[in-house]
């Protein structure tokens, strides 16, 4: 089922909190694989474009890829699940010291390229925020034995103050507590606050489901992509991104008519 387009544009405002890979495109072979995507490109102009509209892209992503990606103003732009932002007026917003959490990575990532070294099919991604393993393309036994290792080296950082560890399918991440989407959002709805909006967030996984819960306490409508969670328990559910594009392209029909 999903959403009821003729009530939703009766919202005053509408702000839209949309994540990229998975949700408004599909996953690239690597996330250093950039691909901007002219079609949707357009769309996303179409939208922020609307004065009863704001958008929000939320991401996984170290923000210099979304900023190619996303390459238009008028758009807040949240990287490394927004522990570093682009504002509407294109200033960047570092949320920590980028050089206090870079010296602690610097000396666990040698120890994560030592235990990847020679295995194809793992892929190390440097965020400079944080640090990531995609295991997408090994073998499943392989996959957890590998990343239950790395887990094992990053176990002293997770358990401080500043940092944790984000697992997933076939993935492991290390990085500051304050990349979390819940909390990002949370300190956009505070710092750029725009009254009298309803908060609609799109995602595709459980860091997206982080922020459902800030979301729903705003009493806002989450919308998962892919296939239903028993956990995340969204609101609505649409199949793919391009499922997702037609939704939003719908909601701009909606608000025209």
């Known amino acids: 089922m999903l959403p009821n387009l003729q009530e939703l544009v009766q919202a005053k405002r509408l702000w839209l909190f949309l994540d990229y890979d998975g949700t408004l495109a599909d996953f690239a072979p690597t996330p250093d694989h950039i691909y901007p995507d002219s079609t949707l490109i357009e769309l996303l102009i179409r939208l922020a474009a609307h004065p009863r509209l704001r958008v929000t892209v939320i991401s996984g992503r170290r923000l210099s890829h979304i900023r190619q990606l996303v390459p238009l103003p008028n758009i807040l732009l949240a990287g490394t699940y927004g522990i570093e932002m682009q504002i509407l007026n294109g200033e960047k917003v570092d949320r920590l010291a980028y050089a206090e959490v870079r010296a602690v990575l610097d000396e666990y990532k040698p120890q994560w390229e030592q235990l990847l070294a020679g295995r194809d099919n793992f892929y190390l991604e440097d965020k400079g925020w944080a640090l990531a393993i995609h295991a997408r393309s090994a073998d499943d036994q392989e996959a957890e034995t590998v990343l239950a290792e790395a887990a094992d080296i990053a176990a002293p950082l997770a358990s401080s103050e500043m940092f944790r560890l984000l697992g997933g399918h076939k993935f492991l991440e290390i990085g500051p507590r ?80």
């Open 178 to 257: 304050l990349a979390h989407k819940g909390l990002s959002v949370e300190y956009l709805l505070e710092k750029y606050a725009w009254p009298d909006s309803f908060l609609i967030y799109i995602g595709d996984d459980d860091k997206d489901e982080e922020a459902f819960k800030v979301i729903k306490a705003h009493g806002g409508m989450t919308i998962q992509v892919g296939q239903p969670s028993a956990q995340a328990k969204a609101d609505f559910y649409l199949e793919s991104p391009q499922a997702v594009r037609q939704w939003l392209a719908s909601l701009l029909d909606h608000l025209a008519a």
